[in-house]
């Protein structure tokens, strides 16, 4: 293999640059070309690509975002957006193509290397979406970054005695409420792939608030319910008065953590060294602390299954 291309897709994670400067700076190691393809798969058939050199991955590592950008392409979709991508793939000589992405980047690259064309797939996503993986680059520090945020509700909070709903991202995945809502000592975590009763979560506010508790947060995962009205039910409900603060993009930015910085340098450095070997149509994550591959069609198959005995432990130590 004598070039490979690197890309970003979907939505950006912090660690994004960290994988690409790996995957930059491991390939050239092993004296491949890598070539740089910007905003995705928008880039890749728009021909928007430049050769990587050392010098191109400098002082990246720590920054959030992604510097070859990232794009939703519908174009891509299309069986003929598909064949383009493969004909400026030929015209740039580039023979392996590493996909940092989610589940939907995923399947463009799936279908890529049904094209012919040697794919490898990183996982890059805040949601920690993936069954496959237990854990996405992104994941760690959008936690942290909610950690953060909690950390100064809670002081408004306590100075108010109220209580503070705050949504998170992670689409159709409570991940980021359950571990933010564990590590942030949440009241209540509410979660997709969970039933809950507001007449639970009122039940926990008003019996905190019996023992002296100054200040109660209630995690929401985006897609449950109107957090807005959640808080006027729960507020209605209790007597006490209830904040909403809806998080937003700003999980999606920052620095990388140290545990996203290192994911994504061991995972980077594992998708060249899989298209070295000839490997194709396969995607890279971490399994009980082992760096692991599968074959992406499986990967993608897989249903994710939701940690129920962290949520357990939620209620037990939120009593
Ligand atoms: P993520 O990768 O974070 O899940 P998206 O679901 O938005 O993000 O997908 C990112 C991009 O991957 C899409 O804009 C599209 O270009 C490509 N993609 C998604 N689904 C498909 C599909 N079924 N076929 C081909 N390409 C796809
Ligand atoms: O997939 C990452 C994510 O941040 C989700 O958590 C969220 O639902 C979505 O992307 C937001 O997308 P956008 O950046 O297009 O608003």
Redesign the pocket.
């Known amino acids: 293999m004598k070039t490979i291309g690197v890309l970003t897709?979907?939505?950006d994670a912090p660690g994004m640059n960290a994988a690409i400067r790996a995957v930059v700076r491991a390939g050239i190691y092993n004296k491949i070309r890598v070539m740089g393809i910007e905003q995705?798969?928008n880039g890749l058939i728009n021909g928007n690509i430049k050769e990587m050199n050392l010098s191109s991955v400098a002082d990246i590592i720590h920054r959030g975002g992604t510097f070859l950008k990232t794009?939703?392409?519908?174009e891509?979709?299309t069986e003929e957006g598909?064949k383009k991508a493969v004909n400026v793939l030929n015209v740039f000589g580039i023979e392996g193509l590493v996909v940092i992405?989610?589940?939907?980047?995923?399947?463009?690259a799936k279908?890529l290397s049904e094209l012919g064309i040697k794919t490898i797939g990183i996982p890059g996503?805040i949601d920690n979406d993936l069954a496959y993986t237990d854990y996405t680059i992104g994941f760690d520090t959008a936690v942290n970054t909610v950690l953060d945020a909690i950390s100064n509700i809670r002081d408004t909070s306590t100075s108010h005695g109220r209580a503070n709903i705050v949504e998170v991202m992670g689409r159709h995945c409570g991940d980021i409420a359950l571990f933010a809502g564990l590590a942030g000592g949440a009241e209540s975590v509410i979660v997709p792939e969970e039933k809950f009763e507001v007449d639970e979560v009122c039940r926990k506010l008003i019996q905190g608030k019996s023992r002296g508790k100054l200040h109660s947060i209630i995690m929401l995962a985006e897609g449950v319910g109107n957090a807005f009205e959640l808080g006027k039910e729960i507020e209605e409900k209790t007597g006490i008065e209830t904040k909403v603060t809806v998080l937003g993009h700003i999980q999606r930015g920052g620095n990388p953590s140290a545990f996203d910085r290192i994911l994504a340098s061991k995972l980077g450095a594992k998708a060249v060294e899989l298209l070295m070997n000839g490997e194709s149509g396969k995607v890279v994550g971490i399994k009980d602390n082992k760096l692991i591959d599968m074959d992406i069609t499986e990967a993608l198959s897989m249903k994710k299954e939701f940690d129920k005995e962290t949520y357990e432990l939620t209620k037990i130590l939120s009593i």
């Not at 794009?71 to 519908?74: L, P």
């Open positions: 897709s979907g939505g995705g798969y794009a939703r392409c519908e891509f979709k598909r992405g989610g589940d939907g980047s995923f399947t463009g279908k996503t």
